[in-house]
């Protein structure tokens, strides 16, 4: 391509490159950190705290805080700050909505023991172990990689980024549990059921399975919003 191809200015763009993708860097940083718990909803993320241990700069912190507040992950309140955001009860109903879409179609598609089926059933194997040693978080991780393995399933980078961006949200909607246990553990024989069925390359028993599994799940977040958050 000639000089005169190229869009007049466009060199001047050249710095921007660097700096948005190490902004979207640590977005990854911080959605990670969020999806682990690590910020509870409500948390207030201090620009010089994070910036001083990530060692970026106030602007990338910024574009990055932007990223995830576009992704409903934070949100910036006036004279404020940053926080991490709560979400309502109208989140989690969609949230579910989509989950429902995705994972159903994922295992929907199965006819045969799938390639991933020993990374399916090691996150089962880590929520039993979890639940073994009343480690009730952890047990919440391990449920959340095993729906992340369901959806790897359609073999699409485009569906996997979904399903992180919501993964990082339903931390957040966990946090509102009063008592992790009461909600994790109940799913854990149901991912066994669900892994069996996978086996056998059932995908239509097994979307069947989840479908329910997930409306389950919705009602019983939602009746913990009831019960934790008036009005939410």
Not at 9 to 24: F, I, K, P
Not at 199 to 212: F, H, K, N, Y
Request: charged letters at 30%; hydrophobic letters at 40%; proline letters at 4%.
């Amino acid at each position: 391509m000639g000089t005169e191809d190229t869009p007049p200015g466009l060199e001047a763009d050249r710095g921007l490159l660097g700096r948005t993708s190490t902004a979207e860097r640590v977005a990854g940083v911080l959605r990670t950190r969020i999806a682990e718990g690590f910020f509870p909803p409500g948390s207030r993320l201090s620009e010089q705290d994070i910036g001083s241990a990530l060692g970026v700069s106030r602007n990338t912190l910024r574009e990055s805080f932007r990223l995830l507040t576009h992704e409903r992950l934070l949100v910036h309140e006036l004279n404020r700050g940053v926080f991490v955001r709560m979400p309502s009860v109208e989140d989690v109903r969609d949230i579910y909505r989509v989950r429902k879409i995705v994972e159903c179609a994922a295992v929907r598609g199965v006819t045969g023991k799938p390639g991933s089926y020993r990374r399916i059933a090691g996150t089962v194997a880590d929520g039993d172990r979890a639940a073994r040693e009343a480690r009730w978080q952890d047990l919440g991780t391990a449920n959340i990689r095993f729906h992340t393995e369901l959806v790897a399933l359609t073999d699409s980078a485009r569906v996997a980024e979904l399903m992180q961006g919501l993964t990082a949200e339903l931390r957040l909607v966990f946090h509102v549990m009063a008592d992790p246990r009461r909600f994790h553990e109940r799913y854990l024989p149901r991912n066994h059921e669900i892994l069996t069925v996978l086996e056998a390359g059932d995908g239509v028993r097994s979307a069947e399975l989840l479908a329910r599994y997930l409306d389950d799940a919705e009602a019983q977040l939602v009746e913990a919003y009831a019960e934790r958050i008036p009005g939410k």
